[in-house]
Each structure stands twice: as C-alpha cells, then as structure tokens.
C-alpha cells in the first residue's frame, strides 16, 4: 500500500510538473510573439544577443505582473515601451495597460516627458498627447487635473487646440470649466459662434459664454454666479 502511495505521489508530482513546464512554455511563446510586434512596431531588431534576452526577461517580468495586457502593450508601444519600462521602472507598464494603442505608442516614445504626468494625472494624460502631440502638459496645465481628464475624454483631437486657446483667453478657472461645459453641449459650433477673434480682442469671460450660447440652466447658474462675483 506504501508502495502504491509512494508511486501515485510521483505521478502527481510529474504531472504537476509537466503542466508548470507547459504554462512557461506557452509563456515564453507568447512573449517572443509579442517581442516581433514590437519589433515590427519600432520598425527594428535588437540585433545583440545578449540585448534580446535582456528585453525578453523585461517582458516577462511585466507579463507575470499584468498578464496578456502586458504583451498587448507592448505590441502597440514597440519596443521603446518595453526599454522605458527597464530605464523607469515598473510605472511605465503600469499606465501602458490602460491607455489606448495610439497613446502607449506614444508614451513610448515620450516616456521620460510624459511619465510624470501620468504618475499625477493616470492614463488620461497620454491620451491628450494621442490626440495632441506635444499639448498634454498644457492641457493640464491650464484646465486643471479634473477638467483635464474630462477634455481627455470628450474633446476630440481637430478641436484640442482650438479649445485651449480659448482656455488661455479665459479670465478665471471657473470660466474655463463652464467653457469645458458649454463645448460638451455645443460642440464645435462653439468656435463659430464665438469667433476667435472675439476673444482675442475682449478675453473670454462668463458672460460671453452665457449670453452667445443656449446653455443649460445649471450652466446659466454658475455663470451668473460668476458674473455677480
């Protein structure tokens, strides 16, 4: 009976192991499968060695911790994202997964501008620069954190730029959250009912807003709010 029990504990053993050896096996497929979309996606190879089986142990590393998400990732940011992720750490990643394929490209190659932004901010931070190359910083700059994340969201790219010039007219923050909500309601017949050179000439204050614009009635209320202040 010993025996027996002896024998069916090394099965078990063999098979647990076989199915470890498997998984890593698998594992190791999938990352050398994502390393050739980086590749393709970076338009280059990682010709040393040496090199390649230190970017393949990167993306391990970040698979083990994120999953397929990471391999993803990585296939839509090239192979800069994986080497951003090594020279800054874990965070690169980190923020990589949650952004669209558009913006981890980016961010790969704007990491070392764009991750203190998105250590602030999150993801939303690499979706402005997506859209705006080159505006995110500015975006948050002038919008504020939370406005900022709302313009990352709605505020399609043609019409960022637009957007933040007017922003930069405006005389007060409050005036540029109630422009951020009068662009959701209007859209970009904002920038034909308010000609850009009515702001250049006058700034942009609340009271343009309200009295150009068929606004809401909590949008009215902020800006006569404003306008009393």
Known sequence: MRHLTWKLSILCAC???SSLALAQSARTVAVREALELASRKSGREIAEMSAREATER??????AKYGDRALVAAGDGGLELIEATVKYG???MKFAVDASPAARRVFALNAETLLPLARRVGPQALEVEAKAPGLAGKVFAIFGDDAGKIVAKSVPGDDLPRLLAYAEKADS???RELLLQ???KEGRALFERIPAKTILAGGLTASVLYGTHRVTEPA???ADA???N
């Open 15 to 17: 098979g647990l192991i």
């Open 58 to 63: 990167a993306l391990e590393r970040s698979a």
């Open 90 to 92: 874990d965070d690169v």
């Open 173 to 175: 923050q409050a005036t």
């Open 182 to 184: 009068t662009y959701q």
């Open 220 to 222: 009215a209320a902020i």
């Open 226 to 228: 404003i306008n009393d």
